[in-house]
């Protein structure tokens, strides 16, 4: 077998279409949010867009993490990163806010908790 049919091409030039049903979904090399995850981390983000002060996001799926980006225009860099890094579930905590900086917010095992950081950062700026 050539490359070429390997990566699923036809000696034709023609392409061979997978299909996925049925496929273990867990040996996914991918990191990515569960359903509750993304429920707790779009609640903040909703919050955040109806004051005005987040328009954008963008989810990355790689291969040691997942990344929840939060822009304030979408031409800029992120404000935000709340970042999943399941490797680091024993020690510190999977869960991390991260500034444009690259400052760690806040780090911990809890999704709740590490997102009320983002809450308390509008309630300094009010004062």
């Not at 869960?95 to 309630?123: C, I, T, W």
């Amino acid at each position: 077998m050539t490359d070429a049919r390997l990566s699923g091409e036809r000696s034709n030039g023609s392409v061979i279409a997978f299909s996925l049903h049925g496929a273990d979904i867990s040996a996914s090399p991918f990191v990515s949010f569960g359903r509750a995850e993304l429920g707790a981390i779009f609640k903040v983000y909703g919050r955040k867009v109806a004051e005005g002060e987040w328009r954008d996001y963008a989810i990355d799926m790689l291969r040691e993490k997942a990344v929840f980006s939060v822009f304030r225009r979408t031409a800029e860099c992120a404000l935000y990163r709340i970042e999943k890094t399941p490797k680091l579930s024993r020690k510190q905590g999977m869960y991390s806010v991260v500034a444009a900086s690259g400052l760690v917010m806040r780090r911990g095992h809890d999704l709740q908790r590490v997102l009320r950081v983002l809450e308390k950062q509008a309630n300094v700026l009010a004062l």
